[in-house]
Nanobody, 116 residues
């Protein structure tokens, strides 16, 4: 079992920045992928960004490229999402996702609200 604890969400004006964190604990093993998704009411959860274990493979949704940066600290089992130049359309609940050899897990979600 893996537990994911997210933090860093909140309210910000358009153009501002937020940094999300997600700490994993439990049976993560090594070589696991960490990612962020987001969801707005009435829509499916959407991919935002993902990073491989060593950070050599990083992927972003087109909508966040150039504005968001995903990174991870394997010693702390933590993944970060630095979000800059935020737009109102970035408003969503952001979920941390971990994909291990034994299965995948989701965090509880953290609300990000961007006002215009």
């Amino acid at each position: 079992q893996v537990e994911l604890v997210e933090s860093g969400g909140g309210w910000v004006q358009a153009g501002g920045s937020l940094r999300l964190s997600c700490a994993a604990s439990g049976r993560t093993g090594v070589q696991y992928v960490m990612a962020w998704f987001r969801q707005v009411p009435g829509k499916e959860r959407a991919f935002v960004a993902a990073t491989s274990w060593g950070g050599g493979n990083i992927y972003y949704a087109d909508s966040v490229k150039g504005r968001f940066t995903i990174s991870r600290d394997n010693a702390e089992n933590t993944v970060y999402l630095q979000m800059n130049s935020l737009k109102p359309e970035d408003t969503a609940v952001y979920y941390c996702h971990v994909d291990t050899r034994w299965g995948y897990y989701w965090g509880q979600g953290t609300q990000v609200t961007v006002s215009s």
